[in-house]
């Protein structure tokens, strides 16, 4: 199974897996053209893609729906509650042919893929975060989360590809350009994992099956690349564990097991 983050930050998340047979999207925060140009930039068939996972209703994941639902035959998988946010804020109507509900702590068989949601604390209805299983591949996508929690913790242990959020140093955000408000809730329990948090919940899962690292969702205002890459780097030196970084303008691809 390959990993792609095709788009990761605030204006934008959509995060890819394949076997080369059929591809799956976690969150569509990023136009279809873009999927498509960034799938094609990293060698993978945009025809492939099969269906997209939605993590929350916010707009960065996914500001595409309506595009989707309209212009591909794609399946969505997504929450009852996630759903109905997202029909009260785009008003689109997903066809329930195409439509697999999931549920937070329940995991639902995707042809032959295990896909398991589970609560992040975030300010949405009903946010996730997904583990995923495929031929004894485990991988996670963690993002938009404001504390790193035990369930957290519990379903990011034992993976072999961790894509985590590390969206801000504490430090820039307090002292940045951003109103009280939003520095605010960024910073709360359902805002977005810090630096610090990042490493912490990194440190608390460190296995020795865990081969790549992924920091994903990093703010363009409030971060420096180097300062999230230097938290994680800390926690995984002499691990052997492989650190990415995933960005908001271009595709990022990760080999994570040859096919
Ligand atoms: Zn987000
Ligand atoms: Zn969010």
Known sequence: MDYAALASGSRGNCHAFSDGRRTLLL?????LKQIRARLEAIGWDPGLVAAVAISHEHSDHIAALPVLVRRTSWSFLVTADTLAAI????????????????????ATDWDGLRILPFSVPHDAADPVAFRLEWGGFHAAVVTDLGHPTALVADHCAGLD???????????????GSYPPALKARILSRV????????????GNILCSRLKTVVLAHLSEE????????FAAAEV????????H????????AVAARPR
């Open 87 to 106: 029909q009260a804020a785009q008003g689109i109507e997903i066809p329930r042919e195409r439509l697999v509900t999931l549920r937070a702590g329940h």
């Open 245 to 252: 970084l995933a960005c908001q303008g271009s595709p990022l």
């Open 222 to 229: 409030n971060n420096d690349p180097a300062l999230a890459r």
């Open 191 to 202: 805002g977005h994992l810090s630096n610090e948090s990042m490493a912490g919940l990194l």
């Open 161 to 175: 590809l961790l894509a985590l959020e590390s969206n801000h140093d504490v430090q820039m955000l307090r002292e």
């Open 27 to 31: 969150d569509a925060g990023i136009s």
């Open 236 to 243: 995984l030196q002499h691990t052997g564990t492989t650190l």
